[in-house]
Each structure stands twice: as structure tokens, then as C-alpha cells.
């Protein structure tokens, strides 16, 4: 494929899983700006509203050239985000279009929450007391609905695999593949709070899609032995709360338990 038809395909794809998203949502559109770039820090620096965030943004340089993608609100609450989508990261396991719902996700939550807190700028919300809260929850929602459709997408997509295979692919490979990208992440950020229960957040979003699945294989009382010796009742107490606060309506106004559950991870 030339490198218009291939841009063009992969448009085609990202609009297919947003008509998608919102079919299945019911969720009442927010209009975004989607771009596919080669350099995302660089792209990221570029879209930031002041200097303030430049600064964040160059302390957390390694971390944001390591990721799929991410999203870039605008300082008012009606302005136009972006969702920045790296280019090295498209291939035909089609997880991408994951990442677009993921970002999309997180753009739906942070506008439900700055609407929750009668806020008119998403810089003033970051500011609110409940806004590391709405951080992690966010993660969790986001990694749970990016991977929900990614799924959907795959099968979609790519081929059709049968219920069985997919538990087997899941209980075989899939799950400890995932646990041990959450082992080197909790190493890596033993002394970052916020990333340490971020990495948590992500694992836990993509059992929750597991859980929906296969709720007989796969749930609470079947969770992973690694997690249940490293935290003991913290984690299946915090997986509880976030399997049955799915959406925003649910969570917001609950965020002080959230908070409970979640200083317990920190030392
Ligand atoms: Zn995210």
C-alpha cells in the first residue's frame, strides 16, 4: 500500500471504531482533532497552553515517548482536544484504535468531572482537590473501554475467534503476559506514587473487561495470586469498588472512598 492509501486506511479504521464507541455509549459526541505523528512528545509540547504544563511536560519526557498515545484538553472547557496517536505504534494488530477510544475515554471523564465541579477550564479542575482521584479512576475507565472496543474492533476486523480459544488465550498468555508489564512497572515507579497506582489502575481495567467476559473464570475471587500475596485485601478491596463504579454518574460522587482505598498502596 502507498503512504496516502495506507494514511487513508487508517483513518477509515479510527473513524469506524469512534461511530462504533458512540453507538454503543449512548454518549452525546465531544468533538476532537485526531492526529497521527511521528513525534509525539515533540507534538504534545507544541499543543500546551502555558508553561506551567511545558514544565511537567519535560520532566515527563521518557514517559510520554513511551506511549501508544495520548490526548491534549484545551484550556477552556468548549475548546477543541486532541487525541495524538504515534505513528510508530500503527500496525495490523489494530491496537491503536484501542488507544483512540482509551484517549477518547479520558477526554469524556475529565469533561464530566469539570462539569461535576462547575468549572469552566480544565487548568482550573486540575487544581480541585478530587482531581488525582478522577486521574486514577479515569485510567482504570479508560483502559477498561479502550480495551473493550479494541476487542471488539479486533474480532471485527481481523478474524473471528471462538469463546474458547479466547479464555484459553486469556487464562494461557494474555493474563500473565500483563501481570509481568505491571511487575516492571511497580518496580520502576516503587517511589512515584502517582504512577505506581496508575500502573495498578491499568491492570485492573483490563480485568475488568476479562471479568465481563468470562465472570465464571475470571472475577474477584479467581484474582491473580501474585497480587493477592504483594497486597493482600487492598487490591481485591479497590477492584471491587472500581468493577461496580463503571461510569462517572456512578463514581462522582464517591470519591473519598476512592481515596481511602487508594492511600492504602501508599507508603
Ligand atoms: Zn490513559
Redesign the pocket.
Known amino acids: 500500500m502507498n503512504q496516502d492509501k495506507s494514511q487513508q486506511h487508517v483513518e477509515s479504521l479510527a473513524n469506524l471504531i469512534i461511530n462504533l464507541f458512540y453507538q454503543e455509549t449512548n454518549l452525546k459526541p465531544i468533538d476532537v482533532k485526531i492526529e497521527f505523528i511521528n513525534d509525539l512528545y515533540q507534538r504534545r509540547l507544541e499543543l500546551s497552553n502555558n508553561q506551567k504544563e511545558k514544565n511537567n511536560l519535560e520532566l515527563g519526557k521518557e514517559f510520554i515517548q513511551g506511549l501508544n498515545g495520548t490526548m491534549v484538553l484545551p484550556t477552556d472547557v468548549n475548546g477543541t482536544p486532541h487525541i495524538l496517536i504515534s505513528n510508530s505504534k500503527i500496525d495490523d494488530s489494530g491496537a491503536f484504535l484501542g488507544t483512540i477510544i482509551?484517549?477518547l475515554t479520558?477526554i469524556h471523564d475529565f469533561h464530566d468531572f469539570v462539569k461535576h465541579v462547575n468549572y469552566n477550564s480544565f487548568f482550573d479542575a486540575e487544581t480541585h482537590k478530587d482531581f488525582p482521584l478522577i486521574y486514577q479512576w479515569?485510567?482504570y475507565h479508560?483502559?477498561r473501554t479502550g480495551y473493550f472496543f479494541y476487542r471488539k474492533a479486533a474480532y471485527l476486523i481481523i478474524d473471528d475467534i471462538s469463546t474458547e480459544e479466547q479464555l484459553e488465550h486469556i487464562k494461557g498468555y494474555e493474563c500473565s503476559f500483563q501481570l509481568e508489564i505491571l511487575r516492571n512497572q511497580l518496580n520502576k515507579y516503587e517511589n512515584n506514587a502517582t504512577l505506581f497506582i496508575y500502573s495498578i489502575m491499568?491492570f485492573l481495567g483490563r480485568f475488568s473487561v476479562w471479568q465481563d467476559l468470562f465472570p465464571n473464570y475470571i472475577n474477584v475471587n479467581l484474582f491473580p495470586r501474585e497480587l493477592l500475596l504483594t497486597f493482600g485485601e487492598r487490591i481485591t478491596n479497590l477492584y471491587e469498588f472500581l468493577y461496580n463504579n463503571k461510569t462517572f454518574n456512578d463514581v462522582k460522587n464517591k470519591f473519598s472512598d476512592l481515596d481511602i482505598l487508594l492511600k492504602q498502596f501508599i507508603k
Request: charge should be negative.
Open positions: 482509551h484517549e479520558h479515569s485510567e479508560a483502559r491499568q
